[in-house]
């Protein structure tokens, strides 16, 4: 089992920055982490992913803007989210799974607030 702890959310201002935090303990090794969000009236999605190996992968959205990053014990995921527009309103999520997903486990979610 893995839990998964995020902290960072907020309100800001069009233009501004936060940073997310995701802190997981249990059987922290190999996994997966990511970042999604679920904006009102809207599906789940993915933002950034990023392997136990360092590849990343972001939504066309946030790419230039939004930065996934690991501690190097790889237990902790953090999301830099930089000229944040009205649209990046959303919870967000931090997501983290075994290899070919056979676990998948979600954190509480953080709500992220930008407004114009």
């Known amino acids: 089992q893995v839990q998964l702890v995020e902290s960072g959310g907020g309100s800001v201002q069009a233009g501004g920055s936060l940073r997310l935090s995701c802190k997981a303990s249990?059987?922290?090794?190999?996994?997966?982490m990511a970042w999604y969000r679920q904006g009102p009236g809207k599906q789940r999605e993915l933002v950034a992913e990023m392997t136990s190996d360092g590849v990343r992968t972001y939504a066309d959205s946030v790419k230039g803007r939004f930065t996934i990053s690991r501690d190097a014990a790889s237990t902790s995921a953090y999301l830099e989210m930089n000229s944040l527009e009205p649209e990046d309103t959303a919870v967000y999520y931090c997501f983290a799974c075994t290899s070919a997903r056979t676990w998948t486990f979600w954190g509480q979610g953080t709500q992220v607030t930008v407004s114009s």
């Open positions: 249990g059987m922290t090794f190999g996994l997966t």
